[in-house]
């Protein structure tokens, strides 16, 4: 899908949401290691409340269409980037400072911000493919059902303090008032019918911290839509346990859902959590777009070719 690549850009804008766990902490420090490695940082940005800043900002900054726009935030701030950045000569260099890290992880970064750095500066460009809900972009994973009410809920202080853990504290909490809901997905040649606590629609190959499935990807033009245990509350806990233990099996072993368009209806009018930021409700058309967005990954990153029989 990616042959060598354009040559690595050298010159950069830098946003960095100073909300994001590690971002308060380490932003002092990004501009400083890009140039020690041969980056120009032409502009810095930084943003404490991304939902409110970033449509402002980010258009202003992509109007002088820098060659490398690099973010430092979590999946949140992500999913506001992808609106401006898709279909654009600018490259993304990720740097993944949030909680849980998905967007980053798919595409193989390490979260050590030296590290994360090194890719910046000395990685490789790559198209990956973007996912769209109801029109929005969106880079890892929309989904309904918990997973709305935690991303709501969740303490910014908590996530500082403890991590990913701070999700799953907030989940069973959330749990124990929420209503199962039924969802028909409707593929191009299927429908499946569901009644679940949780629904996820993911365009990257990572949720939750863990890979999806073996062959699950974030350039090969598909996505994967799979439920987190049934009706029962208790099935989501042990649904998600048996996800995060079973990385290495390959999707049709999971069974779960792959296409490039899913519609979805649910019994009820659900929430949509997109890449950690509720945004609009159920019924959703999801939608994926290959070679949607450049972004910098490591050189170890090896490109899919979606016509490749899994």
Sequence with gaps: ??????????????????????????????????????????????????????????????????????????DGTVAGVVDHLAHTSTVLGYLPLGTTNNFGRSLGLPLRLADAVDVVARGRVASVDLGQVNGDWFANLVSMGVSAAVAGRTPHALKRRIGRAAYAVTAARALTTHRAFEAEIRTEDRVWTVRTHQLNIANGRVHAGTPIARDAGVDDRLLVAYALGGSRRFSVATAAARQALTPWQPLERKGYLT????????????????????????????TVTGDAMRVMVPQTFVPRDPTTPR
């Design 1 to 74: 899908m990616d042959g060598p690549g354009p040559a690595r850009p050298r010159e950069a804008v830098l946003v960095v949401n100073v909300r994001s766990r590690r971002g308060a902490a380490l932003h002092g420090r990004v501009r400083r290691m890009l140039e020690e490695r041969g980056v120009v940082v032409t502009a810095e940005h930084l943003v404490d409340d991304p939902a409110a800043q970033m449509p402002v900002l980010l258009p202003q900054v992509l109007a002088a269409r820098p060659p490398l726009l690099v973010v430092g935030s979590g």
């Design 259 to 286: 296409g490039t368009r899913f519609e979805i209806t649910t019994d009820r009018p659900l929430a949509l959590d997109v890449d950690g930021e509720v945004t609009g409700s159920t019924p959703a058309s999801v």
